[in-house]
Nanobody
Framework: VQLQASGGGLAQAGGSLRLSCAASGLTFNSYAMSWFRQAAGKEREFVAAISWNGGSTYYADSVKGRFTISRDNAKNTVYLQVNSLKPEDTAVYSC?????????????????WGRGTQVTVSS
């Protein structure tokens, strides 16, 4: 199984990026997908999750209204549209896959993790 995140980069405060996570080696539409981020010197934190069919989405309070998670099961890809970026959004963003349907995506054990993509926001 591989989860490959891409789309990160350098953005100015108030700017936008679109992150992608391409999955292979798993039955993608059987897995809920999430994004996490980890800033330098800090613990990893939950950002957003989407159910296997895209019918439900979940967000950390810190990104609600600014970030949007979506998925395309035909392309085995999950996206994270990040808008109104703030310097505190600077982190490595990683995607993760969890088989089935859950209630608390911030706290569950994930089956697979991908390598991250760096997002740096300048003020």
């Amino acid at each position: 199984v591989q989860l490959q995140a891409s789309g990160g980069g350098l953005a100015q405060a108030g700017g936008s990026l679109r992150l992608s996570c391409a999955a292979s080696g798993l039955t993608f539409n059987s897995y809920a997908m999430s994004w996490f981020r980890q800033a330098a010197g800090k613990e990893r934190e939950f950002v957003a999750a989407i159910s296997w069919n895209g019918g439900s989405t979940y967000y950390a309070d810190s990104v609600k209204g600014r970030f949007t998670i979506s998925r395309d099961n035909a392309k085995n890809t999950v996206y994270l549209q990040v808008n109104s970026l703030k310097p505190e959004d600077t982190a490595v963003y990683s995607c993760a896959a969890a088989f089935g349907t859950w209630m608390d995506y911030a706290a569950i054990e994930y089956d697979y993790w991908g390598r991250g993509t760096q997002v740096t926001v300048s003020s």
